[in-house]
């Protein structure tokens, strides 16, 4: 079992940035993979991005590339995700997961740990 407790949402205004943790329980974080999630108000739930479970790996899609990054620290059990150059179109809550690989850490993915997810407004 694995349980993640998202944190760093807030509201940041058009053009800032912000940096969400995801802190994982278990002794076996460094063998999954990490990934977030979106979803914005009245949308599907879309893929952000994925690191692989030693780090040296990460992809983010297309609507986040260039702003976004993900980081993981294996000794802190915790993944990041930096977002720069935020936009009024990245409101959404945003979760993290946790898959045993990558195969489901994609758009239309069933990861199969999810965090609660933290709320993210940012304002024009």
């Known amino acids: 079992q694995v349980q993640l407790v998202e944190s760093g949402g807030g509201l940041v205004q058009a053009g800032g940035s912000l940096r969400l943790s995801c802190a994982a329980s278990g002794r076996t974080f460094s063998s999954y993979g990490m990934g977030w999630f979106r979803q914005a108000p009245g949308k599907e739930r879309r893929f952000i991005g994925r690191?692989?479970?030693?780090?040296?790996?990460?992809y983010v899609g297309d609507s986040v590339r260039g702003r976004f990054t993900l980081s993981r620290d294996n000794a802190k059990n915790t993944v990041y995700l930096q977002m720069n150059s935020l936009k009024p179109e990245d409101t959404a809550v945003y979760y993290c997961?946790?898959?045993?690989?990558?195969?489901?850490?994609?758009?239309?993915?069933?990861?199969?740990?999810w965090g609660q997810g933290t709320q993210v407004t940012v304002s024009s």
């Open positions: 997961v946790a898959h045993p690989g990558l195969r489901e850490l994609r758009d239309g993915g069933a990861p199969d740990y």
């Open positions: 690191i692989s479970p030693s780090g040296d790996s990460t």
